[in-house]
T-cell receptor, first 112, second 116 residues
């Protein structure tokens, strides 16, 4: 069982549509990170959320950290083909070791 | 240029033949880690290191060894590779550990390992 559960696993949408990706856990996290990975490359950090209830915006991407710091969401407005990729959430559970856990990822395809 | 460099990018080997995947970072980061990435399972941490001579097991350490003799290098060693270790491997580094403040992980390009 993954410490961080991401949904959906796969998402295929048309250009211009909106979408939301979820990252859930039963554990509390001091912070959560969202990464984007393209084929043949390592993941690249998009954002880190730290405070419960925090909302961060990165152009068309909106990230939210749950009030209890157990979950997070990524919302993309008016998706573009360039948004295609694997989106991963990651973090270290509060009070745990310094081992970093990743969700299984959401593979997004945006069709022109 | 700030980067994490791992070598080789691709490797095909036979069962039981010891191999080492190298990882080097030029950002003076304290925290380094190794992950394997498998379809449907995401990234799973193999080992991590908080600093020189300090290493700890991650989620899936069986069959792997690491060492951290210098701050910049963190090699991954497979003493006796088996087919179930066929995977895509990533090395990563960050200024501070995940429980800290500067937690952005910088990843290498990946090593695709096939064990036959």
């Amino acid at each position: 069982t993954q410490l961080l559960e991401q949904s959906p696993q796969f998402l295929s949408i048309q250009e211009g549509e909106n979408l939301t990706v979820y990252c859930n856990s039963s554990s509390v996290f001091s912070s959560l990170q969202w990464y984007r990975q393209e084929p043949g490359e390592g993941p690249v950090l998009l954002v880190t959320v730290v405070t419960g209830g925090e909302v961060k915006k990165l152009k068309r991407l909106t990230f939210q950290f749950g009030d209890a710091r157990k979950d997070s969401s990524l919302h993309i407005t008016a998706a573009q083909p360039g948004d295609t990729g694997l989106y991963l959430c990651a973090g270290a559970a509060e009070g745990g070791n310094n081992d970093m856990r990743f969700g299984a990822g959401t593979r997004l395809t945006v069709k022109p | 240029e700030a980067q994490v460099t791992q070598n080789p990018r691709y490797l095909i080997t036979v069962t039981g033949k010891k191999l080492t995947v190298t990882c080097s970072q030029n950002m003076n980061h304290e925290y380094m880690s190794w992950y394997r990435q498998d379809p449907g399972l995401g990234l799973r941490q193999i080992y991590y290191s908080m600093n020189v001579e300090v290493t700890d097991k991650g989620d899936v350490p069986e069959g792997y060894k690491v060492s951290r003799k210098e701050k910049r290098n963190f090699p991954l060693i497979l003493e006796s590779p088996s087919p179930n270790q066929t995977s895509l491997y990533f090395c990563a580094s960050s200024l501070s550990p995940p429980q800290g403040v500067y937690t952005e992980a910088f990843f290498g390009q990946g090593t695709r390992l096939t064990v036959v």
